[in-house]
């Protein structure tokens, strides 16, 4: 099975999707000849052509309204925000129309379409390219956010999102793009939207969390396997609408849950996890459920000190693991 | 007799009929609205009156059968001449479960119908002209020859969905008619203290597009504003941004009170020009509209009007639980 | 002057590492700070490196065509006035001792309860498995911190089948926890040191209704050596698990023919001693003992087995078992367990062992800490088979999954030879295979 990168899967799923589906088009801004400044559609252009890969105007909402427009007739547009960060222009076509197309037209219409952004901190983007924006969002019924953590994943997930018949929002951790590596099939296939995957299995302490940071989690599980530590770990892959039967489950195999998310602590997704076990396990929890988290400043800092103070990394996942175990 | 205009645009008594036709339905359609709403029985309007000439002199001009459509909530003459019934907007009125526009989860007003090609709409203003850009740009990307019709009204057109959307348009010559109606006021703020410039057309050379402004009280001129747009649109000459200039003559809703706005003198002066006047004049000197006709027509658009009213007011709501279905695809 | 180092720079927001397309200076070359030195390439630009530093190249540690992780090393270079600072990349992380594991159970007697803060602090998971159950939670010592009970006690406490109840009259320090899988390390040597079982602290003394069982006999040899063995000798354990999927496999295939054939079983057990002794011969280290000023390593390879009987434990000889075939040893293995259970066992099978391999999964058990059987320098603890669900090629796969547990005199060995010995055993059961391996 080939290995390939992070983002590498990007590309791979978007070029097999578009090689599947005529209707599939790929449109943000340098996209096209350049590749996407990460590179993402890199090689698209040649392949599929200036119409199937568009350059678009510097303008987000554009981006995600004219989206919204050609999935309405039948496309299956994958909107590019160059940033997470910079998803915010377009907020509005997201939230009022993209999510709300379906009910407010009783079914009649819908919006079909993806939309992909790199979020994340750890690579000296400081506070307008380090952002995690999922919150924003998690709350608007009527879109689905995916958030992989895995080159298996992100190919699965991204054919499926393209698949899907409602707006998704695809957040790719920006770091993870070259950092995170592994094998991914060369087949046709997809993963299901909103059911999360047990990346390890464990008896003494879950871990819930999502995006880069599974990847701290599972590093940290291997050190603390060493001193007999056994740790569970669920990768959410969908952060909205989540799954709770896998959380409750989860939550429920050892009784003591440490839920991580790079994004600012109040009101991020595990605080929404962190509700769903309180409400389904108290006689299961052995221990106060535990989030582990950016600390409630607006964003990450650009110095290396202060970024690394903000950012999540293994031993912080470690520590917190450990405690949580010793309780 | 009077110059015979609409032959010269190529169109017959049959059709001016009909485009006359549908301007009545959509007043009479809306002054029973007020009618519902002053007793009680439907909780809000929102208006047309004024601008059924734009609504429809546009509509008209192009094809019915496959160009799409992205109306603003007082395009109650686009979506008629699109295909819309008078029961389909009494029931939007009424919010019962028949509604094809939202079921009755919407607000009268907030057209869409798939089968017509009507996109659905919003509150927040302006979001539709990107979504009749995308159309544009699938119908280019397939080569279909289909245009998009985008209207709004003046104070929208300063919102950025408004600029990026014709920007994008222009950069990728789409082939979509943005179409402004101009009715003096955003609610309460008269056009002066909206637009900085002197026309909303004057914008499109920002765009790489013609602008054009034309008289929003005569459908004609509308008419043939939006047939050449549509031509260039279907040539691949890309997009059009057109104004049509007429005049709010009702309050900007059922909730609102434009006494504590505007002068009575200035409505009543406008009044005079409303196009339900002029262009039933117009037919009438062209011996299009006879008498016998106009009692035919008021006889028969009265009727579909009560029995619209009376199936819409009949018909059932939602069920309760239907608040919980639709939020995503729902595969049986 | 100062020799400094020059990194892979980060070049780009998502890049990981670097290609050196081309060097731009050779050792020996003189740079100014800022002039660029090499060629770089990576997923989203190409760049040129600029130095650090002003100085004398002295070596080029990359070559061209080289890709090297970021802040990886690329050359390093002599400066002058030594007053750069040093790059602040070497953090010595390296910490290759063995894991020292820490003893699970305590004793609970000298821990009073207020150095047990969280004792009466019950989860709702506690309280409703103690409920369940039908636990006297007074008497479970908890594990957590500050002496919480946790729901793991319980779920070990319902597991053992013995469950504390709230009329049983037992002392607090209860036998939960009892460490029964290590008593098959006992040693069968039953006639040792006559010395009383070093005890500290007051007698605890039967209260009515108790049952006193005099220590007699095997059973006061067995204490005598566990002692010994546990004070005079610093433990220390490892752990490693083996995919014997394979050799399931293999023994599958074959035992029933075997049986027939051989009068005997084929034992997994048998597989697990021939790969130990294989491995010995390799590892000598670990077939040694500690006498005091030297360390004396053994030539034959001796292999105590535990077998149970009755009441009693033995763990008599498989000699040479690194001469053995697979079927040598399990005749043996079958030989020795009849003699014990007939009580025939000689004081010369029981003689001269080296290792010890302890077939504790027969038991059930998945993990233990085994003590040494002294004066042996280590044992390892053969722990159940069970199929688990592995990580394999990008799927889970059912596996038949077994722990290896070491217990090792840190007087004589070291994390190092015993991690290459455990993976040296881990290799060859792995490569049992029907095609690769016979029992003969």
């Keep these: 099975m080939p290995v390939m990168s992070y983002i590498q899967a990007v590309t791979k799923a978007l070029q097999e999707e578009m090689q599947r589906d005529e209707n599939v088009f790929v449109l943000g801004e340098d996209v096209g000849k350049r590749g996407g400044v990460f590179r993402a559609t890199d090689g698209l252009y040649d392949e599929f052509g200036e119409e199937r890969v568009i350059d678009t105007p510097l303008a987000e909402s554009a981006i995600a309204g004219v989206g919204i427009g050609a999935a309405m007739y039948g496309k299956r547009p994958v909107a590019e925000m160059q940033f997470a960060d910079f998803i915010m222009p377009a907020v509005n076509q997201i939230i009022s129309e993209a999510a709300k197309m379906r009910y407010r037209s009783n079914n009649d219409w819908s919006a079909p379409m993806t939309i992909r952004a790199p979020y994340g901190g750890g690579v000296h983007g400081a506070l307008y390219h380090s952002q995690s924006v999922e919150s924003v969002f998690a709350n608007q019924p009527g879109l689905k956010i995916v958030m992989p953590s895995t080159p298996y994943d992100v190919k699965g997930l991204l054919k499926a999102a393209i698949r899907d018949d409602d707006p998704v929002l695809f957040f790719e951790h920006k770091r993870a793009y070259r950092l995170i590596k592994g094998e991914v099939p060369e087949d046709d296939y997809t993963l299901p939207i909103g059911k999360a995957d047990v990346k390890r299995e464990g008896s003494d302490v879950t871990v819930i969390t999502y995006g880069l940071c599974v990847n701290f989690a599972l590093q940290a599980a291997e050190k603390l396997a060493e001193e007999g530590i056994d740790a569970h770990i669920l990768d959410l892959r969908t952060v909205y609408p989540l799954d709770q039967e896998a959380i409750i489950e989860a939550a429920k195999k050892t009784g003591k849950v440490l839920l991580v998310t790079e994004d600012n602590k109040e009101g991020s997704i595990i605080g929404q996890v962190s509700a769903i076990i309180a409400e389904n396990c108290l006689f299961d929890l052995d221990a106060p459920v535990q989030r582990l988290a950016g600390p409630d400043v607006p964003s990450m800092p650009y110095a290396p000190t202060m970024e690394k103070y903000f950012m999540m990394n293994p031993d912080k996942v470690e520590q917190a693991m450990r405690d949580l175990a010793e309780f | ?332 | 002057m100062a020799k400094e180092k020059i990194n892979m720079p980060q070049l780009g927001e998502s890049v990981t590492e670097g290609t050196i397309s081309s060097w731009l200076v050779e050792p020996g070359d003189t740079v100014n700070k800022y002039d660029p030195i090499a060629e770089v390439m990576t997923d989203k630009v190409n760049a040129e490196v600029p130095s650090s530093f002003t100085g004398k190249i002295t070596e080029l540690v990359a070559s061209e065509g080289d890709t090297i992780e970021v802040g990886e090393l690329m050359c390093y270079i002599e400066t002058e006035g030594g007053g750069e600072e040093a790059s602040s990349d070497d953090t010595g992380e390296d910490k290759p001792e063995a894991p020292v594991e820490k003893e699970a159970v305590g004793d609970a007697e000298d821990q009073a309860d207020e150095d047990q803060p969280m004792k009466k602090r019950y989860s709702p998971a506690v309280l409703r498995m103690a409920q369940e159950n039908d636990i006297d939670l007074n008497k479970v010592k908890g594990s957590g911190r500050g002496g919480r009970i946790t729901r793991k006690d319980l779920e070990k406490i319902i597991a053992s089948g013995d469950i504390p109840k709230a009329g049983d009259k037992q002392p607090e320090p209860a036998k939960q926890e009892a460490p029964k899988q290590e008593e098959p390390a006992a040693p069968s040597q039953p006639a040792a040191a006559s010395a009383q079982p070093a005890q500290s602290g007051p007698q605890p003394t039967a209260q009515e209704g108790d049952v006193e069982i005099p220590v007699t006999g095997v059973r006061k040899a067995i204490a005598q050596n566990m002692v010994k063995s546990k004070t005079e000798i610093p433990h220390a354990w490892m752990t490693v698990e083996v995919d014997v999927t394979n050799l399931a496999e293999l023994r599958n295939a074959k035992k029933d023919e075997f049986k027939q054939k051989e009068g005997f079983s084929l034992t997994y057990f048998a597989f697990f001693v021939k790969a130990v002794a294989q491995a010995l011969k390799e590892f000598p280290e670990l077939n040694s003992t500690w006498a005091g000023d030297k360390i004396i390593q053994r030539k034959a390879i001796n292999l105590n087995i535990a077998v149970a009987s009755g009441n009693q434990l033995f763990v008599p000889v498989i000699k040479d078992a690194d001469e053995k075939s697979i079927k040598g040893i399990a005749k043996d293995i079958t030989d020795l367990a009849k003699k014990a259970r007939d009580g025939k066992l000689t004081s010369a099978d029981m003689e001269g062992g080296t290792f010890t391999v302890n077939n504790t999964g027969s038991f059930g058990s998945v993990q233990s800490m085994g003590v040494i059987n002294h004066p042996q320098a280590a044992i390892l603890q053969v722990e159940s088979i069970v199929k688990r669900p592995v990580f394999m090629n990008g799927m889970f796969a059912a596996r038949d999954m077994v722990n290896l547990c070491l217990s090792l005199d840190h007087r004589v060995l070291d994390g190092l030879v015993c991690g290459n010995f455990l993976a040296r055993v881990k290799e060859i059961l792995e490569n049992m295979t029907k095609e690769n391996t016979s029992v003969y």
């Design chain 2, 1 to 332: 007799m009077a110059e015979n205009r609409h032959q010269s645009l190529g169109l017959s008594d049959e059709q001016v009929l009909d485009m006359y036709r549908t301007m009545l339905m959509a007043r009479k359609i809306d002054e029973r609205m007020w009618l519902l709403n002053r007793s009680g029985k439907i909780p809000f309007v929102i208006s047309c009156q004024g601008q059924e000439a734009a609504q429809v002199g546009a509509s008209f001009a192009l094809d019915r059968e496959k160009d799409y459509v992205a109306p603003y909530y007082r395009d109650m003459g686009v979506v008629l001449a699109f295909g819309m019934t008078a029961q389909d907007l009494m029931l939007s009125g009424f919010a019962k479960a028949e509604d094809p526009n939202s079921g009755g989860r919407q607000m009268p007003g907030h057209f869409g119908q798939k089968k017509n090609r009507i996109l659905s709409g919003s509150s927040p203003v302006t979001t539709q002209v990107p979504h009749a850009v995308g159309v544009a740009l699938a119908s280019k990307m397939e080569k279909k020859d289909i245009v998009s019709l985008v209207t709004l009204g003046e104070g929208s057109s300063n919102q950025g969905d408004f600029h990026e959307g014709l920007n994008f348009a222009g950069v990728h010559k789409l082939p979509v008619i943005t179409m402004v109606e101009n009715n003096k006021y955003a609610i309460s703020v008269p056009q002066e203290k909206q637009i900085a410039s002197k026309n909303v057309s004057d914008r499109a050379v920002g765009y790489g597009m013609p602008g054009f402004t034309v008289d929003g009280n005569d459908p004609l001129a509308v008419y043939e504003a939006v047939k050449a747009a549509a031509d260039r649109a279907r040539n691949g000459e890309g997009p059009t941004l057109i104004e049509t200039v007429s005049y709010r003559l009702t309050p900007h809703s059922s909730d609102d009170d434009d006494r504590t706005y505007r002068e009575r003198e200035e409505v009543e002066e406008a009044k005079k020009k409303d196009s339900l006047i002029t262009f039933k004049k117009y037919l009438q000197d062209a011996g299009v509209l006879t008498e016998d006709k106009e009692k035919e027509m008021e006889e028969e658009l009265t009727k579909i009007i009560n029995d619209a009213t009376d199936y819409a007011e009949n018909a059932p709501y939602a069920e309760p639980e239907s608040a919980l279905k639709y939020v995503y695809a729902e595969n049986e």
